[in-house]
């Protein structure tokens, strides 16, 4: 081997002594190393260039088996043998080094560039399997078919998946290089599973769980340490990146967090005053990342953006009339002073290295934490991406990147496609973003040719929609692959069909098409006519891929096909035959996808399941058992939980939707919807109190009486258990007035003494807050406002609140201890309700109690007078102009007891103490008979016409005569 490129590691990873055996990351294979790793005689012996395979390659050729499932076959043949002489962990070090060479080739030529400068079926194939273009082409297929896993096919013209075979036969589906192997080998089986499922059109449960298995297989080893060390950053982040994917993204940031920590990299989302636009005349405060890199100042060649040009694809010019190309930062911003900087993060708390960087003139980082930074970026645009706040919330991440410059290529080539997702959502930058996307896709098919002619045959080479990039626009493999684990990266394919996706956004319906018909995605093309209400197009396009033409020998252009099944059907075949039925709302679509996935196409159950749940009346239980198998194919699709815990609501199977909302937010804790469901659930489910005996009460005696002895169980679990939830959906979903309406209502259904009262006084004036301007009072629970003034003036002595605050030279003021529950009761009331009142006279009636707890006789007689007036104004047409007799009578009863209870027992009372008075003391009213009389006489004379010697008329005139003979 001696004169060839071998990389020092290539037979020791096996050693017990390597120092390589427990690092996560430790292979960086060079340009010039991947053939002669793939030419060794142990990787042609695996390919099958022996000539003793014959037997097994003509199976191959016939179809009987694929070519992936040969090589894992050879695979574990060699491993039980010894060839040229290798021991046995030589030869394992080498298949583990085959794998990776593999893999990296893979992604070199479908998802980084630039071009293999060699021919993957002539160097792997043996050319019993190539020796004319249909057997390649059949080959190929057949691998690819094989990649279909639980009914998501994979992408049918993925160039060279020869190489991709070779990685998943070696380092997945064989077990030979796990066992007292080095940790790299679980490392590389998780990438190759990931890999394999981000070439998948959607995710898959049975993918998932063999990742994340082995996620935690390496959690254990790497984690483990009490010191976090570069490795632990690197395998955190790239966790997080899985997360993302999954749709974890609470998971996903948490993560992204501990990464920066374990690599001691720090940055902060701040504001910083400057200008955004051509025509600002002032400064004002604008999101910005701050970012240094911990090691930046032992590297010279970071130390400024100006030192050197980024290394990537061309950056865009935005070229707009009125947007700058970047912010124009203030250099002094001490002189603005009155411009208050709204921060997302406080200025005053950023750490000294983050407050004294210059935001227009950062260092660079190191290329791990421009990744952390984008790694955030996409965790953030998963949670809403539609969302404007979170669109200028992202997007400071993106730039950072950018503008800091980055010394990868591909590390800049993904801020640029970050920063592109996020502008193609305003119109001043929705050009740059298309045009900036459109580049890169030119990048990466000029970066991904291949030296196969008969690996393009079927596939038409587009033509750039820009210049060709130039050579100082490139980089070479190593380098765009060094940190290809730590990026959201995407296959060439998605990248074109994302970018066709961005042309129907903008209209460009038939750019779109033209793209998704040169990539034969037939299923995107036909949703693309489906939503221009093209149904008949969408529908010939499918029926095209799954039938035979009604009348072969008809080429017209508008055949039917209307014909038998293909045979064999495509491997996307359950995908097409559910959009067939999404177009055709017919359900037999759905259950044909389900068998022609043998059962495994998750989302036709899902999709079966929503049709029943469109039928009148809604065939519940159908729906329930669709969702049921779906989960049973992938139990943590988010969605499918949470749909099933809603049917289950509506068939009163309070346990099982317990159950299934419980699962649901397990997998996104930050679905509100979800964990108010989940308490709507526990409140309807058996009771405490109505469950069987418990075993205590079955004991004899005296067991009976040491259990006893224990605590009782809270006869309020379930309530208070949904309030638990409630209270975190509320969290998530701060404005909703539903969820706080029913946080109120739960709450408060918690008798005293174990009442959450502070709760109930934080829902109540949340829906003040939400609801109030539009409801005015009527957003007020009266019931429960009531219940909480009782609770005020039966529980509590307002003195034992009171505290002195002294201001000064100012007398000590008197006034509640705020954190107590009295004084949140009291702030509700004073701050909240009563500026909301204006007709509602029983509200006043409580503030007239609550003032008589306080010691306020004065304004007991106020409220009580305000609330005789709403009555009477609201009752008034009713009872003076249309004789309506309950209204009549309201204003009757309100008159009594705004004299008896109000003008009789506060008018003589001592009005309370005044600041600054000299002790003396005066009546509350001294003329209260007379405003009682007054009141009484002027009802009287209102009601005359109607209900003169009236029962009402007569406790009036009775009233009268108590007031005036007091």
Known sequence: MTGIAYPPSLNTLYDDESPLKQQYDPIRLGDAEIVPILQLPLALAVFGHESVDEIALTRVSCGEISYTTFLADKTRSISRTQLNGLTHGQQRSQLLHIGLAALFSFLQSNVTGPPLNFNPAELIIPSALRADATTLK?????????????????????????????AKAILVDTDVLLANGPLLARTARMRVNFLHQKMLSETTGTLQDIIYSDIDQISTVLLDEATATSEQGKFLLERALIHTHYGFDSKARTDIEKAASARNFEFALTGKLGKRTKFQDRDISQLVILAKSADHAT????????????????????????????????????????????????????????????????????????????????????????????????????????????????????????????????????????????????????????????????????????????????????????????????????????????????????????????????????????????????????????????????????????????????????????????????PTMYEHAWEVSNKRYARAQRSLARHYLTLTPPALEKAEEAYRKSLHINRLNHGAWFALGCVQLELQRWDDAITSFTRTVQLEENDAEAWSNLAAAILRTSKPDESPPTVAEQLPDEEHESEMEKAPEDPHKRKRDALAALNRAAQLKNTDARIWDNVLTVAASIPPPFTPFRDVVTAQKKLIELLGAKKGEKCIDLPILGMLVDHLVTAYEYEDFLIDISNGSEPPQRVVRSGTIPGQILSLLDSSIVPLITHCAPLWLLVARVEQYRGQPSKAFEAHEKAWRATVASSAQGAFQMGDEKKWMEVVRATEKLVRDGYATYGPMDKEVQEGANGETELVAMDWRFKARSAVRGILGKGKEFWEDSEGWTRLKELQTEVGST
């Not at 992408?155 to 190489?163: D, F, H, I, Q």
């Not at 707009?320 to 001490?334: M, Q, R």
């Not at 991440?397 to 997702?421: C, F, K, M, P």
Request: include cysteine.
């Open 299 to 586: 590297d010279a060649n970071i130390n400024s953006k100006s030192d050197s040009q980024p290394s990537g694809p061309k950056n865009l010019d935005l070229n707009d009339d009125t947007l700058l190309e970047s912010i124009s930062f203030a250099k002094d911003e001490k002189q603005e002073p009155q411009n208050k900087q709204v921060t997302v993060q406080e200025e005053s708390t950023l750490p000294p290295p983050l407050a004294s960087l210059d935001p227009g003139n950062q260092p660079k980082l190191n290329p791990i934490d421009s990744a952390i930074l984008l790694a955030l970026a996409a965790a953030i645009t998963n949670t809403t991406p539609e969302n404007g706040l979170t669109r200028e919330e992202t997007l400071p991440y993106a730039t950072r990147v950018l503008e800091g410059g980055s010394s990868n290529w591909q590390i800049y080539t993904q801020g640029l496609l970050a920063r592109s997702r996020i502008e193609g959502y305003r119109a001043r930058t929705v050009e740059r973003s298309v045009l900036q996307m459109q580049a890169l896709v030119d990048q990466v098919i000029a970066d991904t040719a291949t030296l196969d002619s008969q690996a393009t045959t079927t596939v038409e080479e587009p033509t750039t929609f820009l210049p060709r990039p130039e050579k100082s626009e490139s980089a070479s493999a190593a380098e765009r692959l060094e940190y290809i684990w730590l990026l959201t990266f995407s296959s060439r394919w998605n990248l074109e069909a994302e970018l066709a996706s961005r042309w129907v956004n903008l209209g460009g319906l038939r750019t779109a098409l033209d793209i998704y018909e040169r990539l034969q995605m037939w299923a995107e093309a036909a949703l693309c006519y489906a939503a221009t209400e093209q149904e008949d197009k969408a529908k010939s396009m499918v029926r095209r891929q799954l039938y035979e033409p009604t009348d072969k020998e008809n080429e017209d252009a508008n055949e039917k096909f209307e014909g038998p099944e293909l045979s064999p059907l495509p491997a996307d075949a359950p995908r097409l035959f559910c959009i067939l039925g999404d177009i055709d709302s017919d």
């Open 138 to 166: 059949a080959v190929r297929a057949h691998i690819i078919r094989d990649l279909s896993v639980d009914g998501e096919a994979a992408y049918k013209l993925t160039p060279n998946v020869e190489l991709f075979a070779v």
